[in-house]
T-cell receptor, first 113, second 114 residues
Framework: AQSVTQPDIHITVSEGASLELRCNYS??????LFWYVQSPGQGLQLLLK??????LVQGIKGFEAEFKRSQSSFNLRKPSVHWSDAAEYFC???????????FGGGTRLMVKP | DVKVTQSSRYLVKRTGEKVFLECVQD?????MFWYRQDPGLGLRLIYF???????EKGDIPEGYSVSREKKERFSLILESASTNQTSMYLC?????????????FGAGTRLSVL
């Protein structure tokens, strides 16, 4: 069965600092990987996705993520965090049938002024 | 833009009540989903529907049922609400095939069962 682990429940960074959110997955085949963001009181919005090809993928709002098969990881990064990035971030893996996602437990990001 | 609309943002119900959560999407998506979101547990799939009147159980279907009579509408039903069903409920939709797995979410319904 597929699974996703986000080791960090909470992360606090200063505005302007760099950010890396960790995601490890377990899946028997080539994974389809996603990062979603949930701002307070909102639903989830897709930040970026990896299906195949280049292992460094770019997303919206200046985020990027790198797929590392050897480490079963798909970490999310941003070079300079803005106060508006404070939110909860979810990593997810999709199944081969293309119809189901399994989510990690989420990482809540706080941004200090 | 895809729009997924959940009928209520907040609901307060009493133990034993029958509760309906409604979700409508406007992009003619084949797939629709109901998730439950709890702190530290992420999103857990309750039920999934891939067509009208078709459904599949997710990871935590106990205590819930669903109805999909029209393609755009997917309802979650709590037959007899219990306090352990107090949670945030999120609806999502996606297209079958192509754009693999990209799900679009509603804003959520925060349900409190007293």
């Amino acid at each position: 069965a597929q699974s996703v682990t986000q080791p960090d429940i909470h992360i606090t960074v200063s505005e302007g600092a760099s950010l890396e959110l960790r995601c490890n997955y377990s899946y028997g085949a080539t994974p389809y990987l996603f990062w979603y963001v949930q701002s307070p009181g909102q639903g989830l919005q897709l930040l970026l996705k990896y299906f195949s090809g280049d292992t460094l993928v770019q997303g919206i709002k200046g985020f990027e993520a790198e797929f590392k098969r050897s480490q079963s990881s798909f970490n999310l990064r941003k070079p300079s965090v803005h106060w508006s990035d404070a939110a909860e971030y979810f990593c997810a893996v999709g199944n081969n049938a293309g119809n189901m996602l399994t989510f990690g437990g989420g990482t809540r990001l706080m941004v200090k002024p | 833009d895809v729009k997924v609309t959940q009928s209520s943002r907040y609901l307060v119900k009493r133990t034993g009540e029958k509760v309906f959560l409604e979700c409508v999407q406007d992009m003619d998506h084949e797939n629709m989903f109901w998730y439950r979101q709890d702190p530290g547990l992420g999103l857990r799939l309750i039920y999934f529907s891939y067509d009208v009147k078709m459904k599949e159980k997710g990871d935590i279907p106990e205590g819930y049922s669903v109805s999909r009579e029209k393609k755009e509408r997917f309802s979650l039903i709590l037959e007899s609400a219990s306090t352990n069903q107090t949670s945030m409920y999120l609806c999502a939709s996606s297209r079958a095939g192509g754009q693999f797995g990209i799900q679009y979410f509603g804003a959520g319904t925060r349900l409190s069962v007293l």
